[in-house]
Each structure stands twice: as structure tokens, then as C-alpha cells.
């Protein structure tokens, strides 16, 4: 970790420029060249072989997890580290990395420890989800949420109809996971080192869509009646139609017979903390 490419999206979640400026003053601090900056999605990403000529050993990503994912999907091949920062809202990826630690303390840390861990993904083609993979009518209310972010209200609330009557008049099926053979309105898998955490949501009626979001609150949601859960080395989408599905948050069609599996990344992410098996 000498010569260091930054990679920023000041219009994620918590990530700014007063941020990125104390996160470039710790490198100069101790003393970590930037070879690069690029202010995405204003810039595009730099090609590996750009990193090459660079002599980078480090893409740092300060943004969220929507922006690191396509980052991370990029950089697939590349044989660097990478150092992932909280610069959104969730910052899930970098809280299994750093726990609670603020950007600036993570490079300190960091720079002292030189510590590459391997991460589990879920994987449909070229595209990756290293949070969280959700398929079906339930990830329509992805544009509810970034009208919200935007303070649009009107597009707010025809969004979150729209995606109501999704949730609620549509459905997904998948095959090759005994147990969830029905239709769902979302199927939420989760990477792990042994395969996906799969679980089909139904929830139809007051009564379970009430009792979800009480074990939600609780911290239990597993536990829900409208939950099936599971594990499986992967899974097929069945029917006839595009699904939609969110990739870390990011919205992707996936045609109908699409292969989801899990696999593992090289260990190229530098970690502060180990992350929970």
C-alpha cells in the first residue's frame, strides 16, 4: 500500500469532499502517493491496464455500496488491493471489512497492517453482489428509494405505488432449491464461504406483512411465517419474464433461466478487522 488510486462518489450517502480531503491529508500524513483521482460517475473508471502504467498497488473506493459494486465487478481481474471506505448509507461491505471505524482511521490502520481477505459473492454472469442479491416484484421499490434520496416527492409517490402493486400482483419462481417451490415476491440470497443463504418472501396478507415487519424490528425477520429460509450452492430463475433484481442495490434485469451462484473473490480486500465467517 505505496501508490494509491482514489476512487470517489461525493453523491453517495455520507461521502464528501471535506471527507475526501482529510482522507487525502492522512495519506500524505504518512506519506502513500495518489498516482490517480477519479470523481466518479463523472469519471469514468480507470481501464486495469491505466493502473498498470500508473504503478498502482491500491484502489482505494470511498463511496457506497452501489458505486463499490461496480467498482469491485471492474476491477474483477485486477491483481492489486483494494480498500474499501464508508462513503454511503448502509456501508455494509466496508463494515464487514472495518466495523465501525471512520475513513480516515481505516487508512491509518491499514497502512500499519497489511492484512488481504477474500470475500464471497453472489454471481449472475458478469455481475456481482458481495452485500446482498434481491430478485423479484419487491426490488421495484428501488425507485421509491432514489426518488426519496433526490427529494422528489410527486415521482415518490408514484413510485412506491407502482411498486406496491408489484409487490403485491406479481411474483418470481426459482428452481434447484429444495423447499422453495413457490412463488415469492422476492428472493433475498446472501453470500457466504459455504454457498447462499437463500430465503423466499410471501407476504400476502396484513396479518404477515404485520408479523415481518414486528420480527423485523426485532432483529429476527428470519423467524417471520412469510420467510422460508435455506441454503444452496445456487439457483435458477424460472418463468417466462425479465426479473428484476438488485445487485448490492444496483437494479439489473436478468432474463428468465438466469444461473445465480456463489463464489469467492481473490484476497485483495484489505481488512482492519476479520470479517465474520
Not at 498516482?35 to 480507470?46: E, V
Not at 418463468?239 to 481473490?266: H, N, Q, S, Y
Not at 484489505?270 to 465467517?277: D, G, K
Amino acid at each position: 500500500m505505496q501508490r494509491l488510486w482514489f476512487i470517489s462518489n461525493i453523491r453517495s450517502g455520507s461521502a464528501t469532499q471535506a471527507g475526501c480531503e482529510a482522507i487525502e491529508a492522512v495519506c500524505a500524513e504518512k506519506g502513500l502517493a495518489l498516482a490517480g483521482r477519479t470523481r466518479f460517475p463523472d469519471d469514468p473508471l480507470p481501464d486495469p491496464a491505466e493502473l498498470a502504467a500508473a504503478r498502482v498497488d491500491t484502489l482505494m473506493l470511498f463511496a457506497g455500496d452501489g458505486t463499490i459494486n461496480a467498482a469491485l465487478c471492474h476491477y474483477a481481474d485486477w491483481d492489486g488491493a483494494i480498500l474499501v471506505l464508508p462513503g454511503g448509507t448502509m456501508n455494509l461491505l466496508a463494515k464487514t471489512l472495518h466495523g465501525d471505524s471512520a475513513p480516515a482511521d481505516i487508512v491509518h490502520t491499514a497502512h500499519l497492517r497489511q492484512h488481504r481477505v477474500a470475500l464471497p459473492f453472489a454471481e449472475a454472469g458478469r455481475l456481482r453482489a458481495f452485500v446482498g442479491l434481491i430478485v423479484g416484484p419487491a426490488a421495484h421499490w428501488v425507485r421509491a428509494r432514489e426518488a426519496a434520496r433526490e427529494g422528489r416527492f410527486a415521482r415518490l409517490l408514484r413510485a412506491a405505488m407502482q411498486a406496491w402493486r408489484r409487490t403485491f400482483g406479481d411474483h418470481v419462481r426459482i428452481t434447484g432449491v429444495p423447499g422453495l417451490g413457490r412463488r415469492y415476491q422476492a428472493i433475498l440470497a446472501t453470500p457466504g464461504a459455504d454457498g447462499l443463504a437463500v430465503a423466499g418472501i410471501d407476504a400476502r396478507d396484513w396479518r404477515a406483512i404485520v408479523e415481518l415487519g414486528w420480527d423485523w424490528l426485532k432483529g429476527d425477520w428470519m423467524a417471520a411465517r412469510a420467510v422460508t429460509a435455506t441454503r444452496a450452492t445456487g439457483f435458477t430463475l424460472a418463468g417466462r419474464k425479465p426479473v428484476l433484481a438488485l445487485f448490492d442495490g444496483e437494479p439489473e434485469r436478468l432474463p428468465p433461466g438466469t444461473r445465480i451462484c456463489g463464489g469467492m473473490t481473490r484476497p485483495f480486500f484489505l481488512a482492519t478487522q476479520e470479517p465474520p465467517p
